[in-house]
């Protein structure tokens, strides 16, 4: 499974961006997709993310209400909306693939794409 995102930038505080996630090869083998982040200085952390047995999508308490995450299934393509940005929202931002590899789930991710919110 390869990953590949684009979509961020430079923002201000209270601006937008939409970060996209294209999967290719082995796609039928991923169990979920979403979105994780890694702050400067900090670990990396869950942003949002679709349950592996469906349902509602996953948010960090920080992002809820802010950030919505959506799939083109037929894209396999994971988007991220971004609104109402906050300088604590500057980080890396990586997608997630969590697909089977032989008899074992593995975690994809993607090069990061960073995102930088100005006050």
């Known amino acids: 499974v390869q990953l590949v995102e684009s979509g961020g930038g430079l923002v201000q505080t209270g601006g937008s961006l939409r970060l996209s996630c294209a999967a290719s090869?082995?796609?039928?083998?991923?169990?979920?997709m979403g979105w994780y982040r890694q702050p400067p200085g900090k670990q990396r952390e869950l942003v949002a993310s679709?349950?592996?047995?469906?349902?509602?999508?996953n948010y960090a308490d920080s992002v809820k209400g802010r950030f919505t995450i959506s799939r083109d299934e037929a894209k396999n393509t994971v988007y991220l909306q971004m609104n109402s940005l906050k300088p604590e929202d500057t980080a890396v931002y990586y997608c997630?693939?969590?697909?089977?590899?032989?008899?074992?789930?593995?975690?994809?991710w993607g090069q990061g794409t960073q995102v930088t919110v100005s006050s």
């Open positions: 997630n693939a969590r697909a089977w590899k032989i008899v074992d789930l593995y975690d994809y």
């Open positions: 090869g082995s796609t039928f083998s991923i169990r979920t």
């Open positions: 679709f349950p592996s047995g469906g349902g509602r999508a």
